[in-house]
Structures are given as C-alpha cells and as structure tokens.
C-alpha cells in the first residue's frame, strides 16, 4: 500500500513569489493535515481538511491557504513568500473517525532566497 | 488540548533501555496518549499509542499511571538507528482536533 506522498521534494522559491505544495494521501484515508516544520523545530498546526472542507486552521497568516479535491488529495498554497517561510512542509493523513495514527509524508522542503 | 512536557534531550548508550517520561496534567477523560519518532528530514512515525495502564507492540511499550497525567515511553536496548527526536501527544483519539506537537526529546544513542 503506498503511503502519503508529497511533492515536489525540494522547491526554491524568490521572496514574493507563491508556492504550491500536494499530498497524497493513503487510499481510504479521508483526512489531510498540513504541518509547517522550520530548521530546527518543532511542527506547528497548518491546515486540516476532511471531505472537502476546512475544518481547523492553524495560527498563520491568510496567505497560506489550501483545498482538498474530491480524490482527497490536498494542495497547499503559501503567496507572497518570505523568507521565513523556508521549512520543511508536513502533509499527514488519517481515517476521519478513532483518527489518531496519523501517516507522515517526508515532506517538502521550501527554501525561499 | 492538554500540554504536555517532556526533557528536551536524553544520551544514551547502546544496548541499554532508554525511559522517556511526558507530563500531561491537563489530560482530560477521552484523551489518549501518542508517541511519535522523527528522524531529520522525515516525517513523524507513530510508534505507540494509549489510553491506561500498559501497552506493548513490537517496537516499544508505553506505561501509563492510573492518575493518567504522565506518561512513559519505553525502547528496550537501543541502537543507534533509535537516534532521533520523539514526541508524546495528548488528544481524544476522534480526530476532533488536531495533534499539537511540542517541540519533543531528542534522544542520542551512543556507540
């Protein structure tokens, strides 16, 4: 079975320039999260989506936005980069009920220059 | 959601059993108790996962008090592979929030 896969891998992006992220998620799963992990830290909350719907978004500015095809696949869009955007992008998803055993992808790692 | 506290690093040597304890006093009833690796530039991998007393898989077993608000994580005699960074969540196991992630243990295994 495959399991969550992200593209691309890598992505350099100029400041001011939009960036856009996808996941697959295992088959059966319904639910997409999105994870920022900058050089060093921990992960924060992103986006979480689940049929199709935003249901929690986390504590970052409106330029990061996202949206979940009817496949379940996920896209995740960050405008008007900065340079402090530069992480590594986290996409996990899940069964929708006794959610928890999320699956990671490897992520996708932006470096804005 | 319950914050949760762990060491911020632990050393250990190979071959011994490494114990990595996570405070969750907030842990309200339906919450269960989550245990991830990351290694660099990899996403987390869950390891184990709880709701009380003691749980084992393959991998590690994980000890929870009856009061419910600590945790320990349990790898037997580690490796160096087991170099990484691990991290205890809290949260009521429906998908109902999101998991919040602290900034978790790094564990280094040393030769």
């Known amino acids: 079975e495959a399991g969550v896969t992200q593209s691309p891998t890598h992505l350099i992006k100029t400041r001011g320039q939009q960036a856009t992220l996808r996941c697959s998620p295992i088959?059966?799963?319904?639910?997409v999260y999105w994870y920022q992990q900058a050089l060093g830290l921990g992960l924060q909350f992103l986006l979480w989506?689940?049929?199709?719907?935003?249901?929690n978004r986390g504590n970052f500015p409106p330029r990061f936005s996202g949206r979940q095809f009817p496949n379940y696949s996920s896209e995740l869009n960050v405008n008007a980069l900065e340079l402090e955007d530069s992480a590594l992008y986290l996409c996990?998803?899940?069964?929708?009920?006794?959610?928890?055993?999320?699956?990671f992808g490897s992520g996708t790692r932006l470096t804005v220059v | 959601l319950a914050k949760t506290t762990q060491p911020i690093s632990m050393d250990s040597y190979e071959g011994q059993e490494v114990n990595i304890t996570c405070s969750h006093n907030n842990i309200a009833t339906n919450d269960y108790i989550t245990w991830y690796q990351q290694f660099p530039s990899q996403g987390p991998r869950f390891i184990i996962q709880?709701?009380?007393t003691k749980v084992t898989n393959e991998v590690a077993s994980l000890f929870i008090p009856a009061d419910r608000k600590s945790s320990t994580l349990s790898l037997p005699r580690v490796s160096l592979s087991d170099t990484a960074v691990y991290y205890c969540l809290v949260g009521d196991g429906r998908g109902n929030t999101p998991l919040v992630f602290g900034k978790g243990t790094r564990l280094s295994v040393i030769a």
């Open positions: 996990a998803s899940s069964l929708p009920a006794g959610a928890y055993g999320y699956t």
């Open positions: 709880g709701y009380k």
């Open positions: 088959s059966g799963h319904t639910s």
């Open positions: 989506y689940d049929e199709g719907e935003e249901r």
